[in-house]
């Protein structure tokens, strides 16, 4: 390998940060336009319209996000400013808002769309209102620290939510539903896959930030892939995946 190539560099590239991170959700729209959701094969029939929809959604909105992110937040117009931070954070926690919606709509679907967001917007906030302080904590204590500091707290706080929902909340949720068990395998998969995602980017930034070494960013392009390019159809293969036995239209 060329001593002068750095993972690094080829991390921030519109190949690896951008056009790479297109190409799944892009073949998923393809799929979902010639072949709409078929409820027969929900999990939980009740969701399947929500589940179909959110799929939809997020397929376009992860394809926006490192497009507003990257060459839109590092523009000569808006770069480091207000309105760039501002992107950056709202695509982060649009992001998480995701995994909760989806685990909440196919838990409570009986629940208006209002309730069900509200729970989960309220939760997305959790991780970030607990990273600021302490992160704001630490660095107020620690001289020169890391930048990374900020994203490794902020992964492990989301890795711990996962957990303690997937364990302590789901449970508790679910009792006496007559579709636990149905519902508690797919709920958990999205949370151990998010978890996943979270973990690798936390392993990364250890790398990155404790042990000095630019492979740190190779490995950060792994979980890119699992949280941009393959959440989507993750989520809606495993929620559209068996026989269920109700007839019904297919949902758009």
Known sequence: MDSSFSWHAAYYSDLQ????????????????????????????????????QLTLF??????????????????????????ATLILFFFVLLGDLRVLLLTIGVARPERTWRQNLGWAGGTTLVVPVATGLI????????DDLHSQALWMIYESGFFVLCVTL???????TLEGDPL?????T?????????????????????????????????IRMVPNQLYYAFWVPFAYRGFFSVEAGVSGNAAR
């Open 180 to 184: 636990a068990d149905t519902k508690t």
């Open 58 to 83: 997020f397929a376009v909105a992860t394809m926006l996000d490192p497009l507003c992110t990257g060459p839109l937040a590092n523009s000569q117009a808006i770069s480091g400013t207000f309105a």
């Open 186 to 218: 797919y709920i958990r998969s999205i949370f151990g896959y998010s978890a996943a995602y979270y973990a690798l980017w936390l392993i990364a930034d250890v790398f990155i930030a404790v042990a000095d070494l630019d492979l740190g960013w190779a």
């Open 166 to 172: 997937s364990r302590q909340w789901l449970p508790r």
């Open 135 to 142: 992160y704001g904590t630490l660095n107020f204590l620690i």
């Open 17 to 52: 940060s951008l056009y790479a991170l297109w190409l799944v959700p892009l073949a998923f729209l393809a799929w979902r336009a010639a072949a709409p959701a078929d409820i027969s094969r929900a999990r939980v029939p009740e969701a399947a319209r929500f589940v179909s």
